[in-house]
């Protein structure tokens, strides 16, 4: 099986800075486009980045030049640098990634969820 491990998140101030990481485990033949998700209070869930296996990242607007994904391909891992913080961000914030397991077809896996409040 293939489980999301996400680890990160927490409480700033504005202006404050958070990384969230999440690392895929379990037979695992190969990762995809991994990203992140997020869900404000009373608000749907949006994406926030999208990273490739090569490293092509793709954010969205109220986040880019602030937020950084990265990508570790041999540990799958997918991490979030958060900077600049402002109380717009605060949200439970997902990892999602496309993973080919062994012996498997291509799925898609959620983490469960890492809270970043903000307060100003």
């Known amino acids: 099986q293939v489980h999301m491990e996400e680890s990160g998140g927490g409480s700033v101030q504005s202006g404050g800075s958070l990384k969230l990481s999440c690392r895929a485990s379990?037979?695992?033949?190969?990762?995809?486009?991994m990203s992140w998700y997020r869900q404000p209070p009373g608000k749907q869930r949006e994406l926030v980045a999208m990273?490739?296996?090569?490293?092509?990242?793709t954010y969205a607007d109220s986040v880019k030049g602030r937020f950084t994904i990265s990508m570790n391909n041999p540990t799958s891992t997918v991490s979030l640098q958060l900077n600049s913080l402002e109380p717009e961000d605060t949200a439970v914030y997902f990892c999602?990634?496309?993973?080919?397991?062994?012996?498997?077809?291509?799925?898609?896996?959620w983490g469960q969820g890492l809270q970043v409040t903000v307060s100003s």
């Open positions: 999602h990634g496309k993973i080919l397991p062994i012996e498997a077809d291509w799925s898609e896996f």
């Open positions: 379990g037979r695992i033949q190969t990762i995809g486009d």
């Open positions: 990273i490739s296996p090569i490293h092509s990242t």
